[in-house]
């Protein structure tokens, strides 16, 4: 049922023009969505308004319009408080749903607050504080990134390796994060706010049908939620890491032989208004708010959840049966995603060596006797990234053991080759024909032997992947993961790591030698969940 909690009658409403005899039935329900990103002394909104509200089939609400007020330093506290910025009904009611209205004439480096009033056709109005969001205006929206020097083969993260600082970014003067790898812990350096207040990584129990949360976990301790009270994470349905959208540029040097990475909460400003949102779209190509990645490894049952054993032995098809089970936003972990989320670690961390710097993971327990060595889900240390170097221990990153610990082959179908030409899904198609996914003109050629790149490849949709054709590197310089490939057929890309994999593994590392319908213990799958559009956790 909708939530009505914002439905008040108070003196000023009514003698704003609410007539007493109209203050019959229930209010609208919360705007569906509503947000403001802000531009020089302006701001541009963009707002959905909710629904009609039907009940057993019984029309209890008829949406008739949407006004909007805004107030600098507070939120409006009535329909009559702050200024009128916006009162829209009937067909232009859908206005502003994709086009910006612009509210100008705004001071830079002000706050200011604006609300949704959603009414009905009976002239109730939704009064609820749930539909309010600020902003503050600027000249420039602030930058974080980093360039990457491919003629540096040394992934040191002491500002002379190969990532480095520009002087332009918000980050230039950032320490990096490392892990203390004896414990697990890390320090984060300068990077706790990019992370809690850009990306707003943080844990969440999930409802799979909605794709919203339930509630948000402790971050330090999963089995609590934030409030305290037990959680649900081994029997929930699914557990997830929210990773807000982020927009991103990259700029090749002409000579091939460096790139700078930018990324920005927006790209709503001059400075950015060409940078892209890599890797948060859905299969229709709409833009989402963020994306769901897992915590942990899907279970054969499609359950992502702790205490379950990781799926194995089974086709791609077969898993892509299980996530569609799950629910039709349901998508593999790959893609673009684990681009944009590798080039975020080297910044982050100021190198390409994650393995040292952020944890080597479970990369070394294979066993004869198990012939596995493959760990079940677990909850493990506290805060967003847990690494140490045992080699035979869980790590996670942003929240997921299946980002951070290397222990199987995670399915990339988005990533294939036919007959040795390279395919990239942007949106997270899925079609291992290839239709649909973009040709990235490369064709690869049957490795010998593990390969090293020592430089990223730009595309079209996907950002940044390993080059194939970049073999000068090792497992501990350039990019230090391994690449291989085989030319024949069509190959589906498995990435990430595995537990007999050692130095070989890390976010760079691509494996396309298999046909999709290989299936053995070192196929596993970390079930990604897009949101439907509009929506972020609060």
């Known amino acids: 049922m909708a939530d009505f909690t914002g439905a008040q009658y108070a003196a000023d409403e009514v003698l704003a023009g609410i007539k007493k005899n109209q203050l019959a039935g229930l209010p609208p329900a919360n705007m569906t969505s509503f947000s403001a990103k802000g531009d020089n002394q302006s701001a541009k909104i963009r707002f959905t308004a909710p629904s009609n509200t039907v009940v057993d089939g019984q029309l209890l609400c008829t949406v008739k319009g949407v006004m909007i007020r805004r107030k600098q330093g507070a939120a409006p506290a009535s329909l009559t408080d702050g200024e009128l910025v916006l009162d829209v009904s009937g067909e232009h009611i859908h206005d502003y749903e994709t086009e910006a209205y612009i509210d100008g004439d705004l ?31 600027s000249e420039k929206a602030p930058v974080w990134g980093f360039h990457q020097n491919f003629s540096n083969l040394s992934p040191a993260n002491n500002g002379s390796g190969t990532i480095t600082y520009p002087e332009d970014v918000e980050n230039s003067d950032f320490a990096p994060a490392m892990t203390n790898r004896g414990t697990g812990s890390v320090t984060m350096g300068s990077w706790n706010d990019f992370l809690d207040n850009v990306l707003k990584n943080f844990p969440h129990i999930v409802d799979v049908a909605t794709q919203r949360s339930v509630g948000e976990l402790n971050p330090d301790d999963y089995t609590k939620m934030k409030d305290g009270s037990a959680s649900t994470i081994t029997s929930c349905r699914y557990a997830a890491a929210w990773i807000n959208k982020i927009y991103m540029k990259e700029v ?34 709409v833009e989402l708010e963020g994306i769901w990645i897992p915590m942990f490894y899907m279970d054969a049952s499609g359950n992502t959840r702790s205490g379950t054993t990781p799926i194995n032995s089974k086709t791609c098809d077969q898993e892509k049966a299980i996530i569609d089970a799950v629910n039709g936003r349901a998508i593999f972990l790959g893609g673009p995603i684990l681009n944009v989320l590798r080039d975020i670690e080297y910044m982050i961390f100021r190198s390409t060596d994650i393995q040292t710097y952020a944890g080597h993971g479970n990369c070394q327990s294979y066993s004869s006797a198990s012939a596995t060595g493959v760990k079940a889900n677990a909850v493990i240390g506290g805060g967003r990234f847990y690494g140490t170097n045992d080699k035979k221990s869980l790590n996670k990153l942003f929240h997921s053991i299946v980002l951070g610990s290397y222990q199987q082959l995670t399915r990339d179908p988005y990533m294939i080759t036919i007959g040795g030409r390279l395919y990239l899904s942007g949106n997270y198609k899925y079609n291992l024909s290839g239709s649909g996914y973009e040709d990235t003109g490369v064709t690869v050629t049957t490795n010998s032997a593990w390969t090293y790149a020592k430089k990223t490849r730009k595309t079209q949709k996907n950002g940044s992947i390993p080059d194939p054709a970049s073999k000068d590197a090792t497992s501990s310089t350039g990019l230090c993961d391994g690449q291989y490939y085989n030319n024949a057929g069509t190959r589906v890309a498995r990435r990430l790591g595995v537990t007999n994999g050692d130095l070989i593994v890390g976010p760079a590392y691509v494996y396309l030698s298999d046909e999709a319908s290989v299936a053995d213990w070192s196929c596993g799958v970390g079930c990604a969940l897009l949101p439907s559009a509009g929506y972020a956790p609060a």
């Open 107 to 137: 001071e830079n480096g002000q706050e200011y607050f604006y609300k949704a009033f959603a009414y009905s056709d009976h002239g109730v109005y939704n009064l609820d504080d749930e539909n309010v969001i600020s902003v503050v205006p």
């Open 252 to 285: 090749y040097a002409a000579d091939g032989n460096s790139r700078d990475v930018y990324f920005a909460a927006d790209n709503e400003h001059s400075n950015t208004e060409d940078f892209v949102p890599v890797g948060f779209y859905d299969q229709n190509n």
